[in-house]
């Protein structure tokens, strides 16, 4: 599945602009959303290749598709790729059947549109929701998130409130245990944002609440898991109240570092905050959720590429993929059992019924669970799923054939990798139930 969900209909309904898929030639980083001077800085020294789309990461380079592939389809053959290498090495089951196990008697094959785009999609298939580890539920559960956050906080901001955009990291060393870094991020979280000290900020500053996000990468030094937290207030701050909480926050972090028996790291880099401005940029970027903003920021780690030559985990697979690297399969499965049970996106309790009270939230299964809609092309059953199934080559050029032409570009796509039409039957033929030959799975 691509990163879009056509079907989608709860939070969405108030977009301010129609689902698009991310442009690959969008140059601005991330960064630019916030209008404070020094936070460009800051924040490039924390992502400095933002979400430009030069960086959509080396495994896309990589995973290439075939030159002249507009970015949409490029970005959906990649994911399918590396969902295709998850299946072969992943430890949980369910991303093993994310898109492969039928849920009933046949697969189908819907056409629709999304945007102004032709769209095709299998459905009827087994979906695995699992944000962290897979490529293709990630970029769906991913962007559905993102765009909930910039509704959100667009709202909010539009109502006069504030926003400050958090990112704490703990300083790291080559050989930490993921695990043991994910841990003391959350406690160090807990720490800072559970004293009496902040409960006072919390009443002085007019703090609803906060959305958070964790990212991880691993670099030279092993791995780095850092958390972007965007803070929300009812007004918005002003310079003094923005910047004494930054540095009483800093402080805490320290302490709380401190507290847990790890190096203090360095002040600017440990914890940065920068407030989120409704000012020139916001409206636009917020509007723009698919391609760059605050709700992609937040939410989007999977179009991001690892920071300072450090690399993602969807890179860390990819380069599996290419290289066959034990190294990179063990790190792989670290993260598989350190990312379990963890949340990878979430609002403090309350927030979002405040600024979202008439959208109700969707589980990330349900998002994942979402498929094409529009009509049946074609029915598909088990043995003849099979055939197609096993390449992700020749299932990503039966839907995209099947976007332009329906049945006749699936057929054309069959002959020309030689695979029977056997037990494919078209939406006519399905009805009718003396033509359907349903083998057994
Ligand atoms: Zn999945």
């Given at each position: 599945m691509s990163g879009k969900s056509p079907t989608n209909s709860g939070v969405g309904a108030g977009r301010r602009q129609e689902p698009h898929p991310p442009s690959s030639t969008q140059t601005s980083s991330a960064a630019t959303s916030f209008t404070n001077?020094?936070?460009?800085?800051?924040?490039?020294e924390i992502e400095p290749e933002g979400l430009s789309g030069h960086a959509l990461s080396?495994?896309?380079?990589?995973f290439a598709a075939a030159p002249g592939q507009d970015p949409f389809s490029e970005r959906r053959i990649i994911r399918a790729r590396l969902l295709h290498t998850l299946r072969q090495v992943s430890t949980v089951d369910r991303c093993k059947s994310c898109g492969w196990t039928p849920l009933g008697l046949a697969v189908v094959l819907k056409v629709g549109t999304t945007g102004?785009?032709?769209t095709a999609g299998f459905g009827g298939l087994e979906r695995c929701g699992r944000i962290w580890l897979c490529p293709e539920c990630a970029a769906k559960i991913r962007l559905r998130r993102g765009e909930e956050v910039a509704e959100g906080i667009s709202r909010h901001l539009d109502n006069d409130g504030g926003a400050l955009f958090w990112t704490v990291a703990i300083p790291h060393e080559q050989g930490d245990a993921l695990k043991a870094v994910f841990t003391t991020l959350t406690e160090l979280i807990r720490l800072v944002a559970s004293g009496r000290p902040f409960q006072r900020d919390k009443k002085a500053l007019g703090i609803l609440g906060n959305i958070k996000a964790i990212e991880v990468t691993h670099g030279r030094n092993g791995w780095h898991p850092h958390a972007h937290i965007l803070v929300?207030?009812?007004?918005v701050l002003t310079w003094e109240q923005w910047t004494t909480f930054a540095r009483n926050l800093d402080y805490r972090v320290a302490a709380a570092l401190k507290k847990l028996g790890w190096n203090t790291g360095r002040a600017g880099i440990r914890s940065t905050v920068i407030p989120v401005d409704k000012g020139e940029g916001l409206a636009a970027y917020i509007t723009k959720v698919q391609e760059k903003g605050l709700g992609n920021e937040l939410a989007r780690a999977d179009l991001k590429s690892g920071r300072r030559g450090g690399r993602t985990p969807f890179e860390i697979l990819a380069d599996f993929s290419e290289t066959g690297l034990v190294d990179d399969l063990e790190l792989w499965w670290e993260y598989e059992k350190a990312t379990a049970g963890r949340s990878a996106i979430r609002w403090s309790k309350g927030l979002r019924a405040l600024l979202l009270p008439d959208t109700a939230e969707q589980?990330?299964?349900e998002i994942a669970a979402e498929e094409q809609g529009g009509e049946a092309a074609a029915y598909i059953t088990m043995p003849a799923w099979r055939r197609i199934r096993r390449d992700p080559e020749v299932r990503l050029a039966c839907e995209f054939a099947a976007a332009e032409e329906g049945w006749e570009g699936l057929l054309r796509v069959l002959i020309r990798y030689r695979i029977s039409a056997q037990g494919i039957?078209?939406?006519e033929e399905w009805a009718v139930p003396d033509e359907v030959e349903l083998e057994p799975g």
């Open positions: 001077g020094s936070g460009s800085e800051i924040l490039s080396r495994y896309y380079a990589k102004d785009r032709k929300v207030t009812e007004r589980s990330d299964d039957y078209t939406p």
